[in-house]
């Protein structure tokens, strides 16, 4: 299982090469902001796109606002147990990271020294986006877009094959979306409850605030049309 991608004629290698040669011709000051936002940016901006949506969830508040509020608490959730179901998958294909088995890659951060397929960071970035979908449609296509350039600068940095970044897409993507009807039925009498206390109801609604949600696509939920706005599809 460790040689998934071989030198020769091999779609996935060429494609390595093809991006990570990209770092290659880029300005050295390029090649650092791309290392930090590939390493600690873009999760990050994910980070702090669920906590933009639960502010304005709770701003809005409503019926859907714990189902909302539990949809994103579910987010960052199914990245961690992402994470957790990609250790036995890393160590059942012990596939080496690619500057080890391939001459000519720019490595732009230094230390990683453990098994390159699924990329975490792939799998983090995904589960986040598509936890954040589930909550929420538009905030959550912002977050898949982020996803996906995570998948491109784990590349660019020449610490993972494509097909790594694409197997950390599908896993936080089957976490996130598998697990969701699940983790809604536990999670959503949680934020009612929540929600009805005294001290912790400012977590799933700000106080004076009681309009219908948006863009909610959380199974069940409904979408008001005010004005000349759409039902959500999604819902």
Known sequence: MAGL???????DVDLLYDINGLAKDAPHWFD??????????????????VVWCWWSVRRRGGEEAAPSVAALVWAPLAAGIAV????????FVERPRPFLDHQGIDVLVSGKTDYSFVSDHATIAMALGVGLFVANRKFGIAG???????????VYMGVHYPTDVVGGFALGTAVALLLSPLAMAL???????VE???RGGWFVRARGRAAVGQDAVI?????EAVGSEERDLAA
């Open 144 to 154: 898949i877009g982020l996803a996906l350039l995570e998948g491109f600068c784990r």
């Open 32 to 49: 650092r902001i791309m290392e930090y936002v590939g390493e600690y940016g873009i999760v990050l901006a994910l980070v702090l796109l």
């Open 219 to 223: 199974p069940g939920a409904r979408t």
């Open 187 to 193: 999670l959503t009498p949680l934020m009612k409850a």
């Open 196 to 198: 009805r206390s005294p």
């Open 5 to 11: 991608a071989e030198s020769g004629s091999n779609p």
């Open 84 to 91: 957790l179901v990609n250790v036995p998958i890393r160590g």
